[in-house]
């Protein structure tokens, strides 16, 4: 039953994606892996999307795969799923919530959970830049190491980093701009 | 039933008015709950927001249940959480409707691949901000090498990751007697 997977998978990650939005990344990476509801390409476009509309990413992700998977329907109990967690925890958790937050252990066990949660995104992202500058396609039938990587992406790839570092602009501002330089330059 | 309905409505427009999520939605948050309502103060919200982002899940939910747990008890973080919510429910249901009828065209296939560019480059930019926050010492830059291998190379899954790094925090958090 479709239905019950997606809420089975999507409360795993409302459980365990702490600190917002690309902390899910991983975790949309896993499910792809093991049940094929989705590829990696699927999960860049994904991103871009959520980048682009209103609402937040880890919930627009949420909906996303959940229609991709099932539908109306799948797409909203991908949702309840991926809140419901949250709004558990929240409820048990708001009335000693000073307490909590200056809690010795909860301290300890976030001073090894952050530097683990950043290399789950650099993970993500390692995948991402599979897809995204590399060419492993067209190496595989022509094993020229030249053919590996995808030149275009490379260039536009450090000119873009360099721009969202330097002009803090929206990002839908960049990636409507790639949009435009993919069709120009052919990149596909 | 009255101040429900208030939370539903006011967390459907930041949800639906607010790009990214995280960070994005604290302005959102001071206008509507802080200045137009007065359900908290600004200290406080700051203080929700910390919680939000040491507390599993979407930032933005939690960020929601925990005002919405102020003014109206479970009922009211419920009628928050739902509200933020739904702009990406509906909104997202259209686009994920009708890209699929799309993405066989060429031109559309090169947008995306120049748009999967962008989005390596803006997830790297992110990882470049939490890096600072997150491998703060020598300890850290290990639990981060480490997770990343693990997870690369025997496919370590993120649950995983995230529980056995929780728990060597607290290991040499509390083990080795440093506050």
């Known amino acids: 039953m479709i239905y019950l997977e997606l809420i089975r998978e999507f409360l795993k990650i409302g459980l365990f994606a702490i600190g917002g939005g690309l902390a899910s990344l991983p975790f949309l990476y896993d499910i792809s892996a093991r049940t094929g509801w989705y590829s990696a390409e699927d999960i860049i476009n994904m991103i871009a999307i959520s980048e682009s509309t209103p609402g937040p990413i880890g919930i627009n992700m949420a909906t996303y795969v959940g229609y991709l998977t099932g539908g109306l329907l799948g797409g909203m109990v991908a949702t309840l799923a991926v809140i419901a967690p949250s709004v558990v925890i929240i409820i048990l958790i708001a009335r000693i919530l000073n307490k909590f937050m200056e809690n010795e252990w909860v301290k300890a066990a976030f001073y090894g959970l952050r530097p683990a949660v950043a290399a789950l995104i650099v993970s993500a992202f390692l995948e991402v830049v599979k897809v995204a500058l590399f060419n492993t396609d067209l190496y595989k039938e022509t094993h020229i190491f030249r053919d590996l990587l995808d030149w275009k992406g490379i260039i536009l790839f450090t000119i873009l980093y360099y721009l969202i570092r330097k002009g803090k602009k929206h990002p839908i501002v960049y990636i409507a701009s790639s949009a435009v330089i993919g069709i120009l330059l052919k990149m596909a | 039933m009255k101040v429900l309905w208030e939370l539903f409505v006011a967390f459907l427009r930041i949800g639906g008015l607010t790009f990214g999520g995280g960070y994005a939605m604290l302005p959102m948050l001071e206008k509507e709950a802080v200045e137009k309502k007065g359900w908290i103060t600004n200290e ?111 496919s370590l899954s993120p649950i995983l990751a995230v529980v056995v790094m929780a728990a060597a925090g607290i290991c040499v958090k509390r083990a080795g007697g440093t506050k």
């Open chain 2, 44 to 154: 406080e919200l700051l203080d929700f927001y910390a919680v939000a982002q040491c507390t599993p899940g979407i930032i933005a939910s939690n960020t929601a249940s925990l005002i919405g747990y102020r003014v109206k008890g479970t009922a009211g973080a419920l009628a928050a959480a739902l509200g933020v919510v739904s702009p990406s429910y509906v909104i997202i249901t259209i686009i994920a409707a009708f890209i699929n009828n799309f993405t066989d065209l060429e031109i559309v296939q090169n947008a995306l691949a120049g748009v999967q560019v962008c989005v390596a480059a803006l997830i790297l930019s992110a990882i470049a901000s939490l890096w600072k926050k997150s491998v703060v010492d020598r300890i850290t830059c290990c639990f981060f090498l480490i997770t990343l291998a693990a997870v690369v190379f025997i």
